[in-house]
């Protein structure tokens, strides 16, 4: 019927508006609707029945790999997935540029973005050194103007694309900064006074420069949508009273991560205003004035007593621990708590800990010790992330965690999926029983923090721990290995870590074999990145049947060559390899300090610093 | 990464000056500008409090290049540290705070530089580091003026303040109530400070 028809032409000009990744039930009808046999139907386009069918059952496709197949399938079906993609994930911002990703995907809802490499966060990589939101943002602006959600990892944002974004997209939802940098305070204030439907702004681990700009007094004034508001890294003072009239009048708020210009007094007041909140960060967790004595203490307990939804707690980032027992409450319902900014000892974790029976997430510093590791593994059997962080990041410190506590920890919490342990001293038997006990790791990363250190009991290298975790561990996607380990170590991950995805290797290895082992052994292989490792040239090239396939490989100062990475490049057309050198340094030899290469629709890109070489 | 920070902070206008020597580096005065993991590079546990060593006077106001270097610089960890191992985020300084950075004026300086109180432990290690940071300036007027003696150079009080708003002399209060409760400084010309209205005796005597 010609009705219908129009029907369904209008749908494919103007985005659905219920549109979301996980659901499109308005959609069903129409299925139904076109495909039951109206016989009077005269459709002169067949084709364009098959496409709006294959557009409404597409809509169901979620996973972006499930759409990546789909795409190859035919032309009609790479068309239809490319109008029916609403969120568009794109792990390097260099592999594509955003002119061709908005000119194949026109109605983007959600952009997702990753630029800098993870060792960049170690100071391994000169600031400068690119992925700028410009270029995107510009683009999206031009060509996407329903975008509604931006997340963005390790980029460089201004404060000039903060106001892009706010005045380029009407209905822009949710902002989420992790580790990006190079915007302020005054950005941020542009940002929220201009994005009136604004529900969720998460600024993580990112770098805020302050600029002096009182931004939280910029929330437009009224009912706000407001879901989320993380601002933890945020390392400015905030206009506290403005805050809590913001929060008086977001109803909707559930996640509210303050900073440490936060004290426990206006914790109190916030969380009195915000019973309903799921996920809280705490700020700083004490007094603001060292003087005061005789004021009353408001009743911390009961605050949170009140929070009767709330499930993950992080913040004390400047911990009072006489504090601590206010959360008594609430342990028994977390589900995630992160005391990584928390310095407290055994003794003040235990009458926590005791409680968090339901916890999942755990992340903690090392003055816990061995001690508070045990404490965990006695009441935490729902445990499936453990992250212990160092109190001191050196290499020959004073160890407060070790084999003790890791082997404890695999002993009690048999459901670990995730573990991420700082220590100085470990052994290969603590690795090998946590491969054992926790047969559904997916994520293992210890990291031994004095280079080259042997099992500390055996003096062997942690080649069979390490061995044992990529055998026993079948569901391995990630790994990170750290200690004294030599080639046999990767001959292992080579024939066991089928699955693994991303390696991180520092300090490691004893001569390109290492490197082979792993390049033709992990057909999964996407992230690779090495430090300070004996792999030259010749291991370089045993890879060139996979770069394709992988996101990239980055190398610092291992044993490579200005000649063996041309090789690369010219073998590789479609691989960009960036050698890069510290800004100081003149071109000096052959050698490469650092290798960044991934593949690229793009070829070089043009806003490479002066330090970047593209070969 | 630390040395970024440093680098965004500087509000300078800073013209003929010797860039490098007056570069603000988050570290103790002395130490070297090596790019390293936050963490790592400021050393070990710096919790403890000095006795607040109110030797500033004792001699003189000046602000002249410290003879007290070694006592100020903490000794730094006995292996060289590498660049970002371990591989722990800089700006996620955890179990310590984090920075607390104030502005600091010199009187005729023409320009404003930061510094991040919280890598001092004493009021001897900042004295130390203001010497350093502007002393090419000293050095500078004292060329210019030449009846300032070599010695002393151009004498300056360090005043503050603090969060009531009131300008109050350096060294007044214990370190951590100072670090707490300063908002910006500045090194005032003794000449000038005559007049500054104390909220409390200063503990030290006013030099000459």
């Known amino acids: 019927m010609a009705e219908q028809m129009s029907d369904d032409d209008e749908r494919q000009q103007s985005p659905p508006s219920d549109l979301d990744f996980t659901s499109n039930k308005a959609r069903t009808c129409i299925v139904t609707g076109s495909v039951s046999g109206h016989t009077e139907f005269q459709s002169p386009y067949p084709d364009q029945v098959l496409e709006n069918v294959l557009e409404n059952v597409l809509h169901f496709l979620t996973s972006r790999r499930d759409r990546n197949s789909a795409s190859l399938v035919c032309k009609s079906w790479y068309r239809v997935e490319a109008l029916t993609r609403s969120e568009l994930f794109i792990g390097n911002c260099y592999a594509v540029s955003p002119t061709r990703a908005t000119a194949r995907f026109t109605r983007v809802r959600a952009l997702h973005l990753k630029g800098r490499p993870r060792f960049a966060d170690f100071n391994l990589m000169p600031p400068d050194w690119g992925a700028h939101f410009n270029p995107w943002v510009l683009a999206f602006a031009k ?82 949508h407001l879901e989320s508001l993380i601002f933890d890294c945020v390392e400015c003072p905030i206009n506290f009273e403005a805050l809590e009239r913001l929060v008086a009048r977001s109803p909707s708020l559930k996640k509210l991560r303050l900073n440490r210009y936060v004290s426990i007094g206006q914790l109190y007041r916030l969380m009195v205003q915000a019973p309903q909140l799921t996920h809280l960060g705490t700020g700083s967790f004490s007094p603001s004035e060292i003087a005061g004595q005789g004021d009353q203490e408001p009743d911390y307990v009961t605050a949170f007593a009140a929070c009767k939804s709330l499930v993950c707690l992080s913040g004390f980032r400047e911990i009072i621990p006489d504090y601590l027992p206010a959360i008594y409450p609430i342990c028994a319902n977390l589900t995630s708590l992160n005391f990584s900014y928390a310095n407290i000892t055994a003794e003040q974790l235990k009458p926590i800990i005791s409680n968090c029976h339901k916890l999942q997430v755990f992340w903690v510093l090392d003055s816990i010790c061995d001690e508070g590791l045990q404490a965990v593994a006695a009441t935490c059997k729902e445990l499936r992330e453990l992250r212990v962080f160092p109190v001191d990041a050196r290499e020959d410190s004073d160890g407060p965690v070790s084999e003790v506590g890791f082997q404890a920890i695999s002993e009690g919490c048999r459901k670990l999926q995730s573990i991420l342990y700082f220590c100085q001293r470990m052994t290969n038997a603590a690795v090998i029983a946590m491969s054992r006990n926790c047969p559904d790791l997916v994520v293992f990363r210890l990291c031994i923090m004095g280079r080259h250190r042997p099992d500390h009991v055996t003096g062997e290298p942690m080649d069979d721990g390490f061995g044992a975790i990529v055998m026993n561990c079948k569901k391995l996607t990630r790994l990170a290995v750290s200690g004294l380990l030599t080639d046999k170590a990767f001959d292992y991950i080579g024939r066991y870590g089928k699955l693994v995805r991303t390696l991180s290797v520092a300090f490691a290895g004893d001569s390109d074999m290492a490197l082979k082992y792993v390049l033709e052994g992990c057909p999964q292989l996407q992230k690779l990145e090495i430090r300070d490792s004996p792999f030259g040239d010749a291991a370089l090239c045993s890879g060139l049947h996979h770069y394709y396939n992988m996101r990239f490989l980055w190398m610092s100062s291992c044993r490579l060559t200005h000649q063996g990475c041309q090789q690369i490049a010219r073998a590789m057309p479609r691989l960009v390899v960036e050698v890069i050198r510290s800004p100081d340094e003149e071109e000096m030899d052959d050698c490469v300090q650092t290798l960044y290469m991934y593949r690229s629709l793009e070829g070089p890109r043009n806003d490479a610093p002066k330090f970047v070489t593209i070969l | 990464m630390s040395s970024e920070n440093g680098k965004r902070l500087l509000e300078t206008d800073a013209g003929c000056l010797n860039f490098e020597a007056t570069e603000l580096t988050l570290g103790l005065p002395g130490e070297p500008r090596v790019t390293s993991d936050g963490g790592a590079k400021l050393g070990s546990k710096r919790g403890f409090s000095e006795t607040v060593d109110l030797k500033l006077g004792d001699n003189s106001q000046e602000v002249k290049l410290g003879h007290s270097l070694q006592e100020a610089a903490k000794s730094p960890a006995s292996k060289t540290q590498v660049v970002g191992w371990p591989p722990v985020r800089g700006f996620a300084k955890r179990g310590k705070k984090s920075c607390k950075y104030v502005k600091v004026a010199v009187d005729g300086a023409p320009y404003l530089r930061k510094v991040d109180l919280e890598i001092y432990n004493s009021y001897q290690q900042l004295l130390t580091s203001l010497e350093d940071m502007f002393s090419c300036f000293t050095i500078r007027n004292y060329l210019n003026e030449k009846q300032i003696d070599q010695v002393n150079g151009i004498e300056y009080m360090p005043t503050y303040e603090d969060k009531d708003g009131d300008w109050m002399l350096v060294g007044d209060v214990p370190w951590q109530m100072f670090v707490e409760s300063c908002k910006r400084l500045r090194l005032m010309k003794s000449s000038e400070a005559v007049g500054l209205g104390l909220k409390t005796a200063p503990k030290y005597s006013s030099t000459n």
Not at chain 1, 143 to 160: F, G, H, I, N, Q
Not at chain 1, 161 to 171: C, K, P, R, V
Not at chain 1, 200 to 210: G, R, T
């Open chain 1, 143 to 224: 060509a996407c103007p329903w975008l509604e959600k931006v997340y963005l990892k390790r980029m460089s944002v201004t404060d000039d694309d903060l106001a892009t974004l706010a005045e380029s997209f009407l209905g822009f939802k949710e902002l989420v900064l992790v580790c990006c940098d190079g915007f302020g305070t005054s950005g941020l204030a542009i940002f929220v006074s201009k994005c009136r439907q604004l529900k969720v702004l998460d600024l993580i681990e990112s770098e805020v420069s302050d600029d002096e700009t009182d931004w939280i007094s910029c929330f437009p004034e009224g009912e706000s």
